[in-house]
């Protein structure tokens, strides 16, 4: 199956700090989706984004599909970021998203 | 409901013990997505639902784990004879259609013990 490497796996910011959170998959893609899991373990959508540029807030996102890659980028994190950041994707005939290990955010006061 | 609501919160099983988790989805979504959660895992996709049928169950570990959605709304993962390896939390997840476009809302999660 479809390989979701994310990068770094581990981050801690001070608040105010910007950050960008990278994955990498293995095949080209049908869907790609961003996750929050807050500390209470709750998974919050944030993104769906198969290609080109979203942006919410503090929080945008990009997908090169070509290049098999998404960045989550975070501007003036503050520390209700916290948390671990989830790449998802599926691919071929299959629309189950396959979740790469996450990226664990501690953001500062 | 306004959310996807999972029961019990938590569950501590002895070894051995049968253990059953539900899964309230939101109203009127007809697909449903179990996945299991280790520590410092992603989550890992165990089976999925349309509606009533059971589509694709081949993330199940063993046949000790079995899922049923009998009226294509509320969900029960069963997991027989537990093991201590199936310590995680077991996270639940609803869509209004199959594809994402539409938007996966996921559960709180029951956090399983087995000791």
């Known amino acids: 199956g479809i390989q979701v490497e994310q990068s770094p796996p581990d981050l801690i910011l001070q608040e105010g700090a910007n950050s960008t959170l990278r994955c990498n998959f293995s095949?080209?893609?049908?869907?790609l989706q961003w996750f929050h899991q807050n500390p209470w373990g709750q998974l919050i959508n944030l993104f769906y984004?198969?290609?080109g540029t979203k942006q919410n807030g503090r929080l945008s996102a990009t997908t090169v599909a070509t290049e098999r890659y998404s960045l989550l980028y975070i501007s003036s994190s503050q520390t209700t970021d916290s948390g671990v950041y989830f790449c998802?994707?599926?691919?071929?005939?299959?629309?189950?998203?396959?979740f790469g290990r996450g990226t664990s955010l501690i953001v500062h006061p | 409901g306004a959310g996807v609501s999972q029961s019990p919160r938590y569950k501590v099983a002895k070894r051995g013990q049968d253990v059953a988790l539900r899964c309230d989805p939101i109203?009127?979504?007809?697909?449903l997505f179990w996945y299991q959660q280790a520590l410092g895992q992603g989550p890992e996709f165990l089976t999925y639902?349309?509606?009533?049928?059971?589509?694709?169950k081949s993330g199940l570990p063993s046949d000790r784990f079995f899922a049923e959605r009998p009226e294509g709304s509320v969900s029960t993962l069963k997991i027989q004879r537990t093991q201590q390896e199936d310590s995680a939390v077991y996270l639940c997840?609803?869509?209004?259609?199959?594809?994402?476009?539409?938007?996966?809302?996921f559960g709180s999660g029951t956090r399983l013990t087995v000791v």
């Open positions: 997840a609803s869509s209004p259609s199959l594809t994402p476009r539409a938007g996966y809302t």
């Open positions: 984004i198969p290609s």
């Open positions: 095949d080209s893609v049908n869907n």
């Open positions: 109203s009127g979504h007809v697909s």
């Open positions: 639902f349309q509606n009533e049928a059971q589509l694709d």
């Open positions: 998802a994707v599926d691919s071929g005939g299959s629309y189950i998203p396959t």
